[in-house]
């Protein structure tokens, strides 16, 4: 989670373009249009993910109340995913496919009929189970154009990335110091001294304990 309760630890990020003017009507429908579809077993997907309401990550309902704090944009962005040990799975298709070759009096199987003792198999597993589920918070400050995600991992961030400008049709400049700086318009004679800057390592040069 994060935007209302939890960690401060979240990355940054700036949006790139101007906010329609018709943004309420337009970001609700385009947010509904990529709304969290949950998961069955049946599916072929084992991944899904989508916005849900911040406060509510069961739901998948929008209106303006639901997302709209003042002048910010808040969401849950969901990702549901399956996760059978392969273990476990290696062991039921291998016992699977005893039995249907003693019940067609077999000696061997095909490729395809592995295939679909497979998804079979699996698909009994998840019946059993439910995925695993990840909610994490983003809030949009429309006035400054940042966004907040409360993650840190890159993979989740830049999944995170693509999933806002799919929905908003905005690009996000992921914030980093010197990204970070710049915003600031500290002027054109300082951002030609930013770009030289180089990192320091505080920790090297301490006397050891």
Request: charged share 30%; glycine share 6%; aromatic share 12%.
């Amino acid at each position: 989670m994060g935007a209302l309760s939890g960690t401060l630890s979240y990355k940054l990020f700036y949006v790139q373009g101007e906010v329609p003017e018709n943004w309420q009507e337009l970001y609700l429908q385009q947010i509904r249009k990529n709304a969290f579809k949950p998961l069955k077993p049946e599916d072929e997907e084992e991944v899904s993910e989508g916005w849900v309401p911040v406060e509510r990550p069961l739901q998948i309902s929008f209106d303006l109340h639901t997302l709209l704090f003042d002048h910010f944009i808040n969401l849950g962005f969901r990702q549901d995913k399956y996760a059978i040990p392969s273990a476990l799975l290696k062991a039921h298709v291998e016992e699977a496919e005893r039995e249907y070759m003693i019940q067609n009096d077999k000696q061997r199987l095909s490729k395809f009929e592995r295939e679909d003792i497979k998804i079979m198999v699996k698909r009994k597993l998840k019946e059993k189970q439910l995925p695993r589920m990840k909610v994490i918070d983003m809030s949009w400050d429309l006035q400054k154009g940042r966004v907040r995600f409360w993650s840190q991992s890159g993979n989740v961030c830049e999944l995170f990335q693509g999933y806002f400008e799919d929905t908003f049709g905005l690009k996000l400049l992921p914030g980093n110091p010197y990204i970070n700086a710049v915003q600031l318009e500290p002027g054109p004679e300082k951002i030609e001294e930013l770009a030289v800057v180089e990192p320091t390592n505080f920790i090297e040069g301490l006397p050891q304990r």
